[in-house]
């Protein structure tokens, strides 16, 4: 898991140093040498989506997103987890209707062309499908590792 979260970070930091690399660029050819180039602007929107979502990936994994957990740490730590599992099973749903969604727009807009680099749109939601796959498949371990955490909860009687 630490491979694939590793792979994840890698990846998001290389897709923000080559976009930050091409609004550099942008600025330089539009501003300084009076040349504007449509396709940097259209590669950095590619890859800010990349960087994006792949980095969704793994801040999902180390658990920095934001959270609201008034009522979690209210509960006695049985009910904290029967709650702390639906929730995840109820996430982990979600994430998988926005990878069915991502695999359906890839499809219906694999003949569209974007503007100025001319490649598939299908690219464009692979950032998509490629962020969220990461965070089912560490969802997945999370929700395995919370089962097993209640299982245990369970034996002991708390």
Same mark, same amino acid.
């Given at each position: 898991?630490?491979?694939?979260?590793?792979?994840?970070?890698? +990846?998001?930091?290389?897709?923000?140093?080559?976009?930050?690399? &091409?609004?550099?660029?942008?600025?330089?050819?539009?501003?300084?040498?009076?040349?504007?180039?449509?396709?940097?602007?259209?590669?950095?929107?590619?890859?800010? !989506?990349?960087?994006?979502?792949?980095?969704?990936?793994?801040?999902?994994?180390?658990?920095?997103?934001?959270?609201?957990?008034?009522?979690?740490?209210?509960?006695?730590?049985?009910?904290?987890?029967?709650?702390?599992? +639906?929730?995840?099973? !109820?996430? #982990?749903?979600?994430?998988? &209707?926005?990878?069915?969604?991502?695999?359906?727009?890839?499809?219906?807009?694999?003949?569209?062309?974007?503007? +100025?680099?001319?490649?598939?749109?299908?690219?464009?939601?692979?950032?998509?499908?490629?962020?969220? #796959?990461?965070?089912?498949? !560490?969802?997945?371990?999370?929700?395995?590792?919370?089962?097993?955490?209640?299982?245990?909860?369970?034996? +002991? #009687?708390?």
């Amino acid at each position: 898991m630490n491979r694939l979260v590793q792979a994840y970070d890698w +990846a998001s930091l290389s897709c923000f140093v080559l976009m930050m690399s &091409c609004v550099l660029l942008e600025v330089v050819t539009r501003n300084i040498i009076m040349v504007p180039t449509t396709w940097v602007e259209e590669l950095s929107r590619l890859l800010f !989506i990349y960087t994006v979502f792949l980095g969704a990936a793994s801040a999902w994994y180390r658990g920095t997103h934001i959270i609201i957990d008034v009522l979690p740490r209210r509960l006695e730590k049985r009910p904290r987890l029967i709650l702390k599992l +639906a929730v995840e099973c !109820i996430t #982990g749903i979600l994430m998988l &209707c926005i990878t069915g969604g991502t695999v359906y727009m890839m499809t219906y807009n694999y003949d569209a062309v974007s503007t +100025a680099l001319e490649i598939s749109l299908a690219y464009f939601y692979l950032g998509i499908f490629l962020g969220v #796959g990461g965070i089912v498949i !560490i969802h997945s371990m999370q929700i395995l590792y919370t089962i097993r955490e209640l299982a245990l909860s369970c034996r +002991a #009687g708390n």
